[in-house]
């Protein structure tokens, strides 16, 4: 996983519960990397999941809402860093449709060593799309958060619904229905 992941993580949990709750997850995780992160550097996913349940634990808030907070999070962030990337599409569902093979590979080529999910389109039409969200690493909120933030930049609302093909989240479809009326 990549710094960048690392060091806006550690930012968002600082922003929301203060400087001593990073300090106290990072000295009760396990980390190879002694919580030291470079926004380029790439570290083992190990020590998100460590990190997460910590905090987790500390603040009494469910692993995989946190997650999806992080998602939420983290779009403004993609935003702010590759806003030339996401400028190349008009509608949600064109850059949704476009991870797999195009947004994922100009990411793969400015951070070497990501670990990136597959996305398979099962069906595709004008307002609605089906797809399969594949990782080991399970972060299928983190998904769904940056998918309601894909559309919350087009001011387009949507409806996603997903279902859990293996119970560790390493297989997960979505049903995309895009709201029409609001644009
Ligand atoms: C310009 C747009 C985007 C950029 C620049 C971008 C970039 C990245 C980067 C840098 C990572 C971390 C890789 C690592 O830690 O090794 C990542 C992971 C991820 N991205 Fe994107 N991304 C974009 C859009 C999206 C969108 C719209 C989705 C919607 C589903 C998405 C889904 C994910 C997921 C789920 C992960 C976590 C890795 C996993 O599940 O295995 N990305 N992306």
Redesign the pocket.
Known sequence: ?????FTEFLEMVEETFGLETVDYIIYKSDLKSKGVYTSVG?YD?FEMLSLISNLSEKVNIPVNDLIYAY?LY??SV??K???N??DLYETPFD??SS?ENH??I??RK??P?????T?KIIKKDDDFIELI?Y??????M??????E??FEHFNKQANIEFELLKDNGSEVR?LITQKNGES
């Open positions: 996983m990549k710094g960048i992941v790439t996913f998602g983290f779009f993609l935003h860093n590759h806003s990337i996401m850059m949704i991870i947004i994922h100009e990411v400015l951070y060593g990501a670990e990136l999910p996305f969200y990782s080991d690493r399970g972060l299928y983190f998904a769904k958060a940056l998918m933030k894909t979505f």
